[in-house]
């Protein structure tokens, strides 16, 4: 895929989505966790998808944005629909795209008609804008095909620093009905625990086939150490993340700040 030059003509969601591909793909910008975060979440969906999902299988990207991750796997070998709320932005993805199989399909992906069920969806750092995560990720295995894949990725609610409430303890998640689908990190409504992820899959007949965690404090700059990032190379800092993901996977659970999951719906229908 390819940066397209920034035109100032563009729609204000192009630039905000050129910002982010400065970051995103070509890792410019000062705040370097962020490029580190992203590049780890990348990485982590790309290769659970790759290692399970087979080349030519249809994936549906939900929430695709700016469609680095519907970009990627299209040049990969798979045949990809793009989906978002956000309908022009299809045509900034449209720039971006040099090979692969890519199909738009934007809206609501919970209002799409779609005639036949994919073989596996990707969702990163979705289920954390919705009032009902459980009930969308039911919606979610609903358009996969018996036996398919789903690929989450979602900020980890047990990390240390997290100060957004469990899903389990909102009393009434009605009131962030006015406020869900935001596509900014500032818009998360809740993080979600690993033990809330699995009791969703179960109550949607999907099984939890693996999940890993990934980006501590410092890869992604927190607690004082952006500082520190900027000056180290990047050898040293992507060493750091190897070493925290061999840590026993209950100080990952603290120390981790994304979770990626990935689930398998039922071979019966």
Request: net charge negative; hydrophobic share 40%.
């Amino acid at each position: 895929m390819k940066v397209p030059p920034l035109d100032p003509v563009w729609p204000e969601s192009w630039k905000r989505s050129h910002t982010y591909d400065q970051y995103e793909l070509k890792g410019e910008g000062t705040y370097r966790g962020y490029v580190y975060g992203y590049q780890q979440r990348f990485r982590t969906t790309i290769d659970m998808v790759s290692r399970i999902v087979a080349r030519g299988s249809r994936i549906l990207d939900v929430a695709a944005a700016q469609g680095n991750f519907s970009l990627a796997l299209a040049e990969l070998g798979y045949a990809v629909t793009w989906n978002d709320l956000r309908q022009e932005l299809a045509d900034y993805v449209r720039l971006k795209w040099e090979k692969g199989v890519l199909e738009f399909r934007p809206g609501n992906v919970l209002d799409l008609k779609l005639s036949d069920r994919f073989d596996a969806l990707l969702m990163t750092e979705v289920i954390e804008h919705v009032a009902y995560p459980d009930r969308f990720l039911s919606s979610m295995a609903r358009l996969v095909r018996p036996g398919g894949h789903i690929v989450m990725t979602t900020p980890n609610g047990a990390y240390f620093r997290n100060s957004l409430p469990r899903y389990s303890d909102c009393p009434d998640p009605a009131q962030y009905e006015g406020c869900q689908f935001g596509p900014d990190g500032g818009d998360h409504l809740f993080l979600l625990h690993l033990d809330e992820v699995c009791r969703f899959a179960r109550q949607a007949g999907l099984s939890v086939q693996e999940v890993r965690l990934f980006s501590n404090p410092l890869t992604i700059g927190h607690i004082g150490l952006e500082r520190v990032l900027r000056l180290l190379p990047s050898s040293w800092v992507e060493g750091v993340e190897t070493l925290s993901n061999r840590l026993p996977f209950a100080a990952q659970q603290k120390l981790c700040a994304g979770m990626a999951v990935l689930l398998q719906t039922s071979d019966q229908d």
